[in-house]
């Protein structure tokens, strides 16, 4: 949980710009995800690992496997699990909720798969609020980038005025500025002009870029 609003002294508790909360998950067999909020929010659901069964009050079943990225507006009327759909392997999991931009939130649901190969060595737009670049669509000004890179890769990316950033690693080790960030670990960006940095083995990132 890359943030936690049970600890009264982090910072960031409540979230970074219009992120609410990153979790990542590994579920052992037939587990479900945590709930999600009973507001309003954007749920980005990305499967690096396994295979999640979709189950909505409605009795509709789904499913999200390996490279699958997940798009969900989720109402306060809308009731949603999600669990490893393996009774013998576990699935690794990565679940975003966004703030929505403002006015009644429409519903949307939406997933597609991003594979490995058009991900390697670039910053590929997963989400974003208009969908270019077939990226899911989000009610919110929000870019989120997934990328898989080769030791030594390097990537910069630009941030607007007033845009914040939040890097998550996924797995291996990066090298941001002076620090070295392994799998698991995210670092807070704020008035900044970019996102630089390296890997210093084989990694995989997340990158929102955030209003």
């Known amino acids: 949980m890359s943030f936690d609003p049970e600890n009264v002294i982090d910072p960031l508790r409540a979230g970074f710009h219009t992120l609410e909360s990153l979790n990542e998950e590994n579920l052992g067999p037939e587990m479900s995800l945590y709930p999600h909020p009973r507001e309003e929010t954007e749920i980005l659901t990305y499967v690096r690992e396994g295979n999640l069964i979709l189950q909505e009050e409605s009795g509709r079943i789904g499913q999200l496997g390996t490279g699958e990225f997940q798009h969900l507006s989720a109402r306060r009327d809308r009731r949603h699990r999600a669990l490893n759909g ?21 519903p949307l649901q939406q ?47 630009e941030l607007g005025l007033g845009r914040g950033a939040w890097l998550h690693v996924v797995t291996g080790r990066i090298l941001l500025r002076e620090h070295h960030l392994r799998g698991g670990d995210g670092a807070a960006l704020d008035d900044e002009a970019a996102v630089s940095f390296t890997a210093e083995e084989p990694a995989e990132i997340l990158l929102f870029d955030l209003a």
């Open 86 to 106: 393996s009774m013998t392997r576990p699935a690794h999991v990565f679940q975003s909720c966004i703030t929505p931009d403002s006015g009644t939130l429409r």
């Open 111 to 157: 997933q597609r798969r991003f594979p490995v190969a058009a991900r390697e060595g670039v910053l590929l737009l997963v989400a974003s609020p208009d969908g270019r670049e077939a990226s899911l669509r989000i009610h919110q000004n929000v870019r989120v980038y997934s990328s898989v890179l080769l030791l030594g890769q390097h990537l910069i990316h």
